[in-house]
């Protein structure tokens, strides 16, 4: 005579999960969901504007300090692990790319721009030579911790090395005279003057701030990037200059004609 065996099974509920995936063997994976939207503006360190902190950032190291990333959940206290019985260990959290740094977003960078020494590479002993460096806000899309994001690069500051050991830090990355609509040989908050004859090697190197968008609005990167610009050579000659009654036009062969 067979006996059959009857087994009674208790289910004990379970929290519904909204992240499943079919893995076609019959079971389930967790989905890692993005994080949520946040406030961009929490982002930019010390409660500032986007525009304060840019300013700020072109000459203080501090204001790029890492930050933390608001609304994270509190760890329970040992008190509260003693009383209470263990919960279920949550689902992985998502990669917050709002958590990334510099160092993880320079593979972005946009390549050294060059700098152009006015007029034409030559300059005139005791008389501004022009520089202007070619540098823009960057924007490029790419991945943070396995998230899309975008990531902008913005130039803050400009220091600038003439080459005979006189260096200049700016805000601005120069303007030409012709943009300026001033004479050659005009001063401006990027020129230098060389006060010998020679060829000098001119560069500049540039320090950038980033920011990144996953979707819920752009964020601040801690940290700043330096670029530096390949050189340039100056040729810097000793003009004698000297009173005449006319001109070369009038009097070819005068001095200096």
């Given at each position: 005579m067979a006996i059959e065996a009857t087994r009674t099974e208790t289910t004990t509920p379970r929290a519904p999960s909204r992240n499943t995936n079919n893995n076609g063997g019959g079971g389930s994976a967790p989905i890692l969901a993005p994080p949520p939207p946040r406030d961009p503006n929490a982002y930019y360190p010390g409660g500032r504007t986007r525009d304060q902190w840019l300013a700020d950032c072109a000459f203080d190291l501090a204001c790029t300090a890492p930050i933390t990333?608001?609304?994270?959940?509190?760890l329970p206290s040992t008190e509260?692990?003693?009383?209470?019985?263990?919960?279920p260990a949550p689902a992985p959290a998502a990669p917050d790319p709002t958590t990334a740094t510099i160092d993880?977003?320079?593979?972005f960078a946009p390549a050294p721009p060059g700098v152009v020494g006015e007029p034409d590479g030559f300059g005139v002993v005791g008389m501004p030579t022009n520089f202007v460096?070619?540098?823009t806000e960057h924007t490029?899309?790419?991945e943070i911790f396995d998230v899309p994001v975008t990531v902008r690069f913005t130039p803050?500051?400009?220091?600038?090395?003439?080459?005979d050991g006189a260096t200049r830090e700016t805000t601005t990355p120069g303007t030409s005279w012709q943009?300026?609509?001033?004479?050659?040989?005009?001063?401006?908050?990027?020129?230098?003057?060389y006060a010998e004859p020679g060829e000098y090697e001119a560069s500049a190197t540039i320090r950038y701030v980033a920011?990144?968008?996953?979707?819920?609005?752009?964020?601040a990167v801690p940290g700043i990037l330096e670029i530096d610009t390949p050189t340039t050579v100056i040729r810097v000659v000793d003009v004698d200059t000297a009173l005449v009654e006319q001109t070369c036009d009038e009097d070819p062969g005068g001095p200096g004609c």
């Open positions: 990333a608001p609304g994270s959940a509190p509260q692990a003693d009383q209470e019985p263990a919960e993880d977003v320079a593979q460096v070619g540098a490029v899309d790419g803050v500051s400009f220091l600038f090395d003439y080459g943009d300026l609509d001033v004479p050659q040989f005009t001063a401006t908050d990027t020129s230098h003057s920011e990144a968008d996953a979707g819920g609005g752009w964020f």
